[in-house]
């Protein structure tokens, strides 16, 4: 007998929101049958059903208990999945829905940001003897006790990948409202283009910058599991863009895609006496804190003395000067200054691994248009370029157009 | 080392409506922690949140899947659980939710009106070994396999007593909005009384008259397994009513209190004609469409033709007009007839076993007043008296008279 093909799919909460838009999915799960023997569909709550319970949670504790948190948050996958199975059903479907912890999904006790440690692959195989279709509850999971569990925001892109990594050999659909993934931001680049392909490590670099598509610890466990997965949109046909392993056509750009974020805060200590251990002085405090430090420059001494700049997300600024403050009368540093109108700018490609020069084309092409360098970083697939917020569009346009993300390449 | 001393106290929808509401629980939990060495407290959804989630099923589908129609409103009471206990540990106390699917507590798998099979007594014990406080969900369970399952409605005063029983030698404190149970309703008789103790007999058929306070199977349940069950407001502080097993001082009583049910409907076949078998045909179909006939009278016969009358909810009238139509054309008999403007009231008390005469007494004293009878029957320890609705204030405060029910019985 030929192995059952099995398909996931997921369903975000735009997709999931109304009765109507539950229909267009219910149209997907069909058009999945059609291509595979078995569907396991992965839900997230209807949109904004999440925000509600929390907020719910806000008005009856000022701290509320995290467990009890995941107890309730939980419910709201809860409802689309019995909701949409309801659907199936009433089109004939052999359905059913699951819970995470009737699988079970098996996380570690993180309430709230929990880690799946392992999936009942059998009993998952059993219910699929059963029944054409399963719908699942994405986002939770429970402990090896059996509470209750959810993953974080985002967390049902990793419950589909998770699911598909353990069927084994299993595509994964994550159905969103939008094509693919672009070359960039559509709404700031008419030139953009959707990909036909990406790797998982030009993906992971594009969803550490802040794009929506796929969640981040989605990508790192498709990669791990070698899980291909393919973004596409619940509203229309197009086959979207696969999300897949590095191919030498991959390899054959310089550049696969821009990104940025505006989400950034620049703060400098000048005059840093630069003796050995400042660095950790510095940044010691602002981590053990909680504050997520982005791109960090310290200048050559001068006279010993340094200038120490780095970028941080801007809710943390007011945490971050409060501390840094105490820093630099500890340290002795001159001045703590700050700017919150910067943006990062990013071109990500595996294919600049093999070739110098790429980040010198970005400096040239920014700068001919006078848009001043304010900090640098670099990785092995990544030129990360700070500027001021301002230029951020123009300066998206400048890299798309000259690392010719416009051309179509077949 | 002394036994652990456990109390199941049960809360209804309207005390976990709001957080105002759920404060006023908190205190009884702490209250219920000051004369018990642990608590598990039963909550049902909060009002209206069961409601609109299967008005929800409604929207999405002309004849829901029950079995989905569970896991969806399951999600109820899982809200409440969450937010309680939520409160509890803000205020210090050890306590966690458990869901009944985590306990177990196992049901057949009559999806929506699914029957307790049994209880995980000794993990619920261990879980009291951990915490103070369980905040368990009422009103639902799982399968054997794992399935959400609901109890139907009323199904938390259910959940409750089983919690009580499977912990044996416990008492069950049912909050509510009311201050126990009366001996007929305040509302229409302002000299109805506060009982202190009643029999689990008496509450059955005082339930089964339609009586709010308690679901007819939980009482069915406590009194099975001898669970001290007490009727209690969640906003007084108010000893309440005790149900639990007959002693001399209830029979000492002839009757313990008055009910009476509005959701009547007679229908009479005239001139039937009395041949072996016509109550069956009469009552076969009703039957088999699954009509409840309440009372049911059949006259002597007189030329060999008789009439047939029986009592109905009223929901059923049109369903039971047109069955009774085909039964009245097949059998021969010579009409039809109805009324909706009739009611029954009853007295009730098990002291009324070794009495006779308690019905001879009832009657004068309506036919005195110029109430017409127009269908009696009784039971051990039930007199029902069928009269026209517009009597019905009038007969009740009557017989609350008449039995003594106004006199306090120390």
Not at 188 to 202: H, L, N, Q
Not at 231 to 250: H, I, Y
Not at 301 to 321: E, P, Q, V, Y
Not at 355 to 379: C, D, K, P, W, Y
Request: proline letters at 2%.
């Amino acid at each position: 007998m030929a192995a059952m093909k099995i398909l996931v799919q997921k369903f975000g909460g735009t997709s999931v929101a109304t009765l109507e838009r539950m229909q267009k999915v219910r149209e997907k799960v069909e058009d999945g049958l059609g291509r595979a023997d078995k569907v396991v569909a992965v839900l997230s709550a209807r949109a904004g059903d999440t925000d509600n319970l929390l907020a719910l949670a806000g008005q009856w504790s000022k701290n509320p208990d995290r467990a009890e948190c995941d107890v309730l948050a939980s419910t709201g996958e809860q409802v689309s999945v019995a909701l949409f199975t309801m659907l199936l059903k009433d089109g004939g479907i052999k359905a059913r829905s699951l819970l995470a912890c009737q699988i079970p999904v098996v996380t570690d006790d993180s309430f709230g940001r929990a880690r799946i440690r392992s999936i009942g692959s059998e009993a998952l195989r059993a219910f699929l003897d059963r029944y054409d279709v399963l719908v699942v509850t994405g986002f939770q999971g429970c402990t090896e006790d059996g509470r209750v569990t959810t993953l974080g925001r985002g967390g049902s892109d990793t419950s589909a990948v998770a699911l598909a990594a353990a069927l084994g050999s299993v595509e994964c659909e994550i159905y969103t409202d939008v094509d693919g993934v672009y070359t960039t931001d559509p709404n700031i680049c008419s030139a953009a283009r959707k990909m036909d392909r990406v790797a998982y490590s030009e993906m992971l670099e594009m969803a550490s910058m802040g794009a929506k598509v796929l969640h981040i610890r989605s990508v790192e466990f498709a990669q791990k599991y070698n899980v291909p997965v393919r973004v596409r949109s619940t509203f229309n046909d197009d086959p979207g863009t696969l999300v897949t392993q590095e191919d030498s056509s991959m390899e054959a750009l310089l550049v696969s895609g821009i990104a940025y974020d505006r989400d950034q805060a620049r703060v400098t200590l000048h005059d840093v006496p630069d003796v050995p251990g400042v660095a950790a002085a510095v940044f010691g405090p602002l981590s053990e804190k909680g504050v997520l430090v982005d791109m960090i420059v310290q200048n050559t001494s001068l006279d010993g003395l340094t200038d120490i700049t780095f970028t941080i997300s801007r809710k943390d600024l007011k945490h971050t000067l409060e501390i840094t403050a105490e820093v630099a009368a500890k340290t002795g540093a001159a001045e703590v200054v700050h700017d919150v109108n910067v943006a990062k700018v990013s071109a990500i490609g595996v294919g600049m691994r093999n070739h110098s020069g790429v980040a010198a084309r970005a400096f040239a092409a920014l700068t001919q248009e006078g848009i001043n360098i304010l900090m640098i970083s670099t990785s092995e697939i990544k030129i990360t370029i700070l500027i001021q917020e301002k230029y951020v569009e123009l300066a998206v346009r400048i890299l798309h157009d000259t690392f010719g993300l416009d051309w179509d390449v077949a």
